[in-house]
């Protein structure tokens, strides 16, 4: 079953305190800021999120892909 990119979690930081924050791919794609530990807001652009996406799609897609995919852990 193909995992959708929509629920990869995404890394940002806040420009005010440097603090990594994350969140589901799906859920940047609604909201334009996610609240800072810091109580300013990040701002969630368009093109890091343009990014985020390429960066998750691409991801999958290795995983997708790798040779090791179809294989059972035991």
Do not use: Y
Not at 47 to 66: C, E, H, I, P
């Amino acid at each position: 079953m193909k995992k959708s990119i929509d629920t990869q979690l995404i890394g940002l930081r806040c420009e005010h305190c440097g603090q990594q924050k994350a969140a589901l791919l799906g859920w940047l794609k609604e909201h334009d800021e996610l609240a800072c530990d810091c109580g300013k807001a990040i701002v969630i652009r368009a093109n890091d999120l343009v990014d985020a996406v390429k960066r998750a799609d691409a991801a999958q897609r290795r995983v997708m892909f790798s040779p090791m995919a179809d294989q059972a852990f035991v």
